[in-house]
């Protein structure tokens, strides 16, 4: 319970970024979207990688054809969510939509299940900061005239996925909101942390006191090199003209505190060294991968004592898919204005009451009376279905 609490935490801070679910704070912005802004998704996708852990045995790995079952559980339902993400980012609301990048998440994720915690701990360690340096490189190299770029255009233009979304393969590897060279530290931390005891108390304390040195340390050196460093000075005398456009248009301070779109700007090193929400540096990849073990941590600790309490946030995380596509498919029909002049014209009229709202009382009745969700069930036995039919 305390790992759908976790999620259901996940995608309520979704919902803040989305349909800004929070409360006014004094200059007129949402409070809590600074809080959440890239640490929910980071989360998120920290806690698919201990479901996959879990999927394939937890703390005791299944061995021989159980973990072949396993191993295709997982990646059959990666392949599930392309289409189903694609679909949803081809409806045009602006949600970043993480489904289609958990195909490659999964695909990738699955050759580690038979490592044991430490060594899968340890390449999400590398990863974490080798990733956004590779990534900085090759995105400098595919931008303008460098000698990526030609080929960069050339897979786009024969990916039928960027025709049908605007987002392909070289979007779900490199250049997307969610590309998996900087998002997988997450997803294997959470594979790494799926093969611990979690019943443990030790563990679930462990999982706080080390999410938070992590936390506290990487925050703090990105504040000691904005601060201190002369980082800042540097970044603003560069954040000019084109790179302004193409992070939106915020001035520094606040892209630094909002967050950017998934991948750092590349006319500067010096970016490698923030934490901006949503950007893939390293600081802020080990910062949102800390805050995240310590929400998990706290999760386990508290459900057992609180489940009646905290019932509801878990029904949204046990049904996280489910919700997840309803409220993107909400967003939808608002910007279109399906229910305008209908008698359902209240669904769309505040979308973070009725999305919020909407998500509780819909998850905690379902997981009442029918148990595994509306798209959790199909997901459930079309993958266990076909990973038992494959050699």
């Known amino acids: ?24 704070a004094a200059d007129g912005s949402n409070a809590l979207y600074p809080v959440v802004s890239g640490r929910s998704a980071a989360l998120f996708a920290l806690l698919a990688g201990v479901s996959i852990a879990l999927l394939s045995g937890g703390s005791a790995p299944k061995q021989g054809k159980d973990m072949g079952v396993a191993l295709w559980r997982v990646v059959i339902r990666g392949l599930i969510m392309l289409p189903l993400g694609t679909a949803l980012t081809m409806l045009g609301t602006g949600v970043s939509v993480i489904l289609a990048y958990y195909a490659l998440f999964f695909v990738l994720a699955a050759p580690l299940l038979w490592e044991r915690w430490k060594i899968v701990a340890g390449t999400a360690a590398v990863l974490a900061f080798a990733g956004p340096v590779v990534s900085f490189w090759l995105r400098g190299l595919a931008t303008g005239r460098g000698s990526l770029a030609g080929p960069v255009r050339a897979v786009d233009a024969y990916d039928p ?9 070289v979007d779900f590897l490199l250049t997307g909101a969610y590309p998996a060279l900087t998002w997988m530290p997450f997803v294997l931390a959470g594979l790494a942390i799926g093969r611990l005891d979690l019943r443990a108390v030790r563990v679930r304390w462990a999982l706080v006191g080390v999410g938070a040195v992590l936390a506290a340390a990487a925050y703090g050196a990105a504040w000691v090199a904005l601060s201190v460093g002369g980082v800042r000075e540097r970044l603003a005398g560069s954040f000019t003209g084109g790179i302004v456009e193409r992070y939106g248009g915020q001035g520094l301070d606040e892209t630094l505190s909002r967050g950017l779109p998934g991948t750092l700007p590349v006319n500067d090193w010096a970016w490698l060294v923030t934490a ?7 600081l802020e990849i080990v910062g949102a ?9 706290v999760c386990l600790l508290v459900a057992d004592r609180l489940w009646v309490v905290l019932y509801p946030l878990a029904a949204v995380g046990a049904l996280a898919l489910t919700t997840y596509v309803g409220h993107v498919v909400l967003i939808w029909a608002a910007e279109r204005g399906v229910f305008e002049g209908t008698v359902l014209w209240w669904l769309t009229s505040d979308l973070a009451v009725s999305v919020l709202v ?13 148990r595994r969700g509306p798209l959790e069930g199909p997901l ?11 050699p």
């Open 380 to 390: 459930h036995a079309v993958s266990l279905w076909a990973a038992k039919r494959i």
């Open 289 to 297: 991968g800390g805050v995240a073990m310590v929400v998990l941590g």
């Open 276 to 282: 901006a929400p949503h950007g893939g540096s390293p």
């Open 358 to 370: 909407g998500s509780l009382v819909f998850a905690t009745v379902w997981r009442l009376l029918v």
């Open 161 to 169: 996925l960027v025709g049908w979304s605007g987002e392909g393969v």
């Open 1 to 24: 319970m305390g790992i759908d609490v976790a999620r259901g935490i996940a995608v309520l801070g979704m919902f803040v970024v989305h349909v800004g679910v929070g409360w006014e």
